[in-house]
C-alpha cells in the first residue's frame, strides 16, 4: 500500500485496463484478436491451403524427331498443373501406358506438396523396384511436382533448391567428323560461338558411320537392314589421332570430352584413356557398361584421366559404391530417368563429399522440360562440374515456350516460378511418335555391340 492507499496490484491492473483501453481506442472498439484479423497477416505468414492431383496424363509428341514424352500433373486448383519430362525415346509407347494408367491411379487424391511421400511410395508399390519404364514415368511426375511447388511459392525451382550458385550454366556442345580434319574445322566453328568445353567425335559412337568397309554380316543378311557396324580396333586407333589433331591445331585452352559409350572391351577402354592422357581431356564418359564396373578399380590405378559415368544407371543406389570409392569424377545422370528432381538432388548432394561433381546426361532425346529441369539444379548445386547443351528447331519451340537459352556457351532459364517450360498441346500433337528405335551395332560377324 502506498501513501495514497493505492496498492501496487491496483496500478498494475489500472495501466492494463488503460493499456487495453488505448488499443480499443486505436482499433475503433474492437478487440485485439479482431484488430489482427482487419490489419491483415503478411502473405508470407500465411499457409498454402492444400491442393490435391487431380490427373495425371501423358502428352507424346516428337516435334525435332526424337520421342518425347510429357507428364502433366493437375490439381483441384483451378489452371494449376505441372509439367516433367519422362521421355524414354527407344520405349515411349509403354512409359505412356505407365503413367497414364498406373501413375494416374496412384496420384489421384494426393497432397501436392508431399513430392517425397509420393516419389518413395511410387518408387516401392510395384514391389520390384522400378525398371527404366516406370522410372521414367516417376521422373516426370517427380519434376512436376516440383514444378507445382514452385508455382505455388512463387520461386523458380533453382530458388526451392537453395538459389543461385552461378550466374548460368556452362555447358559443353559436340563437334564431329568423318576425319580428324573435318571434327577440328567443327572444334573451330563452335570456339567462335563461345563455348570453353567441346566433346569430339569422330563418326557416331565408336566411329560408326566413319568408314566404308562393308561388315561380312551384311554379306549374309544377318541382322537387321538398318543395324549399324563398328570396327573396334579402327575406332581405338582412331581416338588419340583425333585428340592429338585437335589440341595441336586448336590450342590446349579449350577443355576436350570424348564419350566412349561402353561400346569397347573394358581392357582396351583402359589402354586408350592411357594414351588420352597426354591431352589433358576434361573428361571421359562411359568407359565400361554396367555390367562391367569392377574394372573401375583396374583404370583407377593406372590413370589420371577424369572419368564420368553414370548416363545407363537405373536405380538411385548404383551410385553409392562407386561414388564412395572414388572410381569417378563426375555424376552422368539422366535426371529424366533415375526419378526426377528428387534423387538427383539426393546423389548431387552426396558426391560433393566425396568431390564428385554433376555432368548431368542431356541429349536430344530428352524435352525442353528436363533440360529446363537439368539447369535448375546446376544452378543450385556447389559441386556442379558441366552441363550438355541443347539446341531447340523451331517446331520445338512452337510445341513448347519457355525453353532454356544458350548464349556464350552457358545455359540459362526462363525465369518465372516452377521449372519455367509450358507446352501447347495442340501443337504438339501434330508432331505424332513412332514406336520405332534403332539402336543396334554389330560387329563384324553379326555379334552385338552394348550397350
Known sequence: MNKSGISRRDTMKALGMSTSAGLLGLFGGISTAEAREEKGIPNYAKAMKPVTIKSVRAIATAPQGSNLIVVKVETSEPGLYGLGCATFTQRAAVVIVAINTYLNEFCAGKDVD?????????????YWRNGPVLNNALSGLDQALWDIK?????????????????????????ANGNSPEETVESVKSIMEKGYKFIRIQQGGYGAVGSTVEKPDFRNENFGGPTDSFMNENTYLKSIPKLFAAVRKSCGEEIELLHDIHERVQPMNAINMIKQLEEYNPFFIEDPFSPENMKWFKQLRAVTSVPIAMGELFNNINEFLEPMVNLYFDYIRIHVSQIGGVTPAMKVARLGEW???????HGPGDVSPVGHAAHAHIDLAVWNFGIQEAVSFNDKTLEVFSGCPTMKNGYMSVNEVPGIGVDINEKEAAKYPITTKSNWQVRKFDGTLVRP
Request: hydrophobic share 40%.
Open 114 to 126: 508431399n513430392i517425397e511421400d509420393i516419389w518413395q511410395g511410387a518408387y516401392v508399390s510395384s
Open 150 to 174: 514452385g508455382k505455388r511459392a512463387g520461386m523458380s525451382l533453382y530458388q526451392l533448391l537453395g538459389g543461385k550458385v552461378r550466374f548460368a550454366v556452362p555447358c559443353y556442345t559436340h
Open 354 to 360: 566425396f568431390n564428385i561433381r554433376t555432368a548431368w
